[in-house]
């Protein structure tokens, strides 16, 4: 297999994470860093040995540049991922997939017209706590699965995020930031959701930064940091989610998967590998399963949906990191605000494949054949 040549859009703080996978990567190639800020995107060039840098447009003008790794941010994911398919470029996009529903099915429908493909984060589904959990499922150590409990909470960034107004501004927030790692393992455990319903709260109008040469400066919370949610899925299951910025105590990366026969505790979400741990009926103590395959450990990292799509775009088959389930979970995302912002439950109306399973042995050091 010949390798799939990508371009970096978007040198911030998470290119870091992607290009020191990436460049070991024998599937993909990153052929140019881009960004508004070009000193930028040369600097991270330099730092990974990406042969060339410069603006967008350059990048999308680039020979060799299949795919393009759209890590800007959230404002700017579905203007980026439009200009890339409009260049011909298939598109991997940072989560979430577009800043609201209209321009995500617009982008899918470009994509599709043009015969292009749509990714998006998060690709820790694929890690090995998470397919090692999918495993352990289907082998039905735990029965049916029949709900899910999950818990983020904690006081917030902006004590050590030196420019946090973003995360507390519309479209940000504990949901729209790290919802879609939660509602991306229960999408790929128990397939799409047919309504929500949800309560908001916002303990503070205002917060004050705690770190950086800003530190003092007080700013407006515009979203609910605090949003309890209830998911009913379409193959029966149910969930209960906790995101919340207005804990002083924090705990986060809990997911629990109750079935019949076990409670099985995912690894962190946000996280590629972890152990697993099953509380079986009758038991009161957990057993800690380590997560296997050959993605556990420190070699994998963000990236490697960007890997099994360079694989799949190869092979014609479908990538597992998909547009139409990022689409879902910013649809389920868009509906638990709306019901929080009213009340009653939401329709969630769009629909995804389950992604297929990797296998135990499914590398992504090893160059694909
Ligand atoms: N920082 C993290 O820990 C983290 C973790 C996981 C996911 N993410 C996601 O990654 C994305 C980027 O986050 P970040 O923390 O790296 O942000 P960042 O602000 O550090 O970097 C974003 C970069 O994109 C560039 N940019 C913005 N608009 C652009 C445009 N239109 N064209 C070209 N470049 C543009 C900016 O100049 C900046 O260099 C976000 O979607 C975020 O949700 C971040």
Not at 211 to 233: C, D, I, N, W
Not at 249 to 256: I, K, M, P, Q, Y
Request: aromatic fraction near 6%.
């Amino acid at each position: 297999m010949s390798p799939l040549g990508v371009a970096i859009v978007g040198c911030g703080n998470i290119s870091g994470q992607y290009l020191r996978h990436l460049v070991t990567f024998p599937d993909v190639r990153v052929l140019f860093c881009a960004d508004v800020d070009t000193e930028r995107a040369k600097a991270r060039a330099a730092a990974y040995d990406v042969p060339a840098a410069g603006s967008v447009q350059q990048a999308l003008d680039q020979p060799g540049v299949e795919l393009v790794v759209n890590l800007t941010i959230p404002a700017a994911h579905a203007e980026v991922a439009s200009a890339a398919i409009a260049a011909g470029k298939h598109v991997w996009n940072e989560k979430p997939l577009a800043p609201d529903i209209a321009s995500g099915h617009a982008l899918l429908d470009q994509a599709r017209r043009a015969g292009l493909r749509v990714g998006c984060a998060p690709d820790t589904v694929l890690g090995a706590g998470l397919q090692s959990a999918r495993r352990l499922i289907s082998a039905g150590v735990i029965g049916t699965p029949v709900s899910a409990l999950t818990l983020l909470q904690g006081p917030g960034p902006e004590s050590w995020h030196p420019d946090p107004e973003f995360l507390f501004a519309k479209g940000a927030g504990p949901l729209f930031d790290l919802g879609p790692y939660y509602l991306s393992v229960l999408a790929t455990l128990f397939g799409p959701a047919a309504a929500v319903a949800a309560v908001g709260r916002r303990a503070r109008g205002t917060r004050v930064i705690g770190s950086g040469p800003r530190a003092g400066t007080e700013f407006a919370v515009e979203v609910p940091t605090y949003m309890s949610a209830l998911a009913e899925y379409a193959g029966g299951q149910a969930a209960s989610l906790l995101f919340s910025w207005d804990s002083p105590l924090s705990r986060a990366g809990f997911v629990e998967i109750t079935g019949t026969a076990a409670t099985l505790a995912v690894p962190d979400p946000n996280r590629f590998d972890g152990d697993l741990r099953v509380c079986r009926a009758g038991e009161t103590e957990w057993t800690v399963i380590p997560s296997t395959g050959a993605g556990a450990g420190p070699g994998a990292g963000r990236g490697i949906g960007v890997v099994d799509m360079a694989r799949a775009i190869r092979r014609g088959e479908p990538h597992r990191a998909s547009g139409e389930m990022a689409l879902h979970v910013l649809e389920m995302m868009t509906a638990i605000e709306r019901s929080a912002a009213g009340s009653g439950f939401e329709p969630v109306e769009s629909v995804f494949d389950i992604p297929a399973p990797l296998d135990q042995d499914w590398d992504p050091h090893v160059r694909a054949t």
